[in-house]
């Protein structure tokens, strides 16, 4: 597996991964109106515009993506997907600790989540702690969880 940056021509191969995502792992947790409305929002063109906001990974196996991960400037790991063939294999642990290793040169001292129901554990196992559970304000009510975990040595 190697990580890298994201380039321009990695968003559709993403969008497809996100879509995948919510469509075979997060779909255990979320009614079908849920996945679909949450499928039905991800494209490649406008979460290309949003690039100058945040810094982007993509775990790759051969030339296939197969996790992705970003943060945003303000202390924030705000996307993470992984393919549902690699879950379990170190991919997403992999992506955010890249990203915690970037926020932490950034000068975070804490990480801030909005969690899904099906990452929680995921996060848990990461040092992460739960300060609220939520709903994410979406065309829906989607429960979320809220999440810190402080840096050492910053």
């Not at 497809?16 to 499928?39: F, G, M, P």
């Not at 970037?102 to 995921?122: N, P, R």
């Amino acid at each position: 597996m190697k990580i890298r940056l994201v380039c321009d021509e990695d968003y559709p191969a993403i969008a497809r991964l996100r879509r995948q995502t919510i469509h075979h792992v997060n779909s255990k947790d979320y009614s079908e109106e849920v996945i679909d409305n949450w499928a039905a929002k991800v494209g490649s063109q406008n979460f290309r515009k949003s690039a100058d906001t945040c810094k982007r990974w993509v775990a790759m196996k051969e030339d296939t993506i197969i996790g992705f991960c970003e943060h945003t400037f303000e202390c924030e790991v705000s996307r993470m997907y992984v393919h549902k063939d690699h879950l379990r294999k170190g991919v997403g642990s992999c992506l955010l600790e890249i990203a915690e290793n970037s926020l932490k040169k950034q000068g975070c001292k804490k990480i801030h989540i909005e969690s899904t129901v099906t990452a929680k554990d995921f996060y848990e196992k990461n040092g992460y702690k739960v300060i609220e559970k939520a709903l994410y304000k979406g065309n829906m009510d989607e429960p979320i969880y809220k999440m810190t975990k402080k840096l050492s040595g910053t």
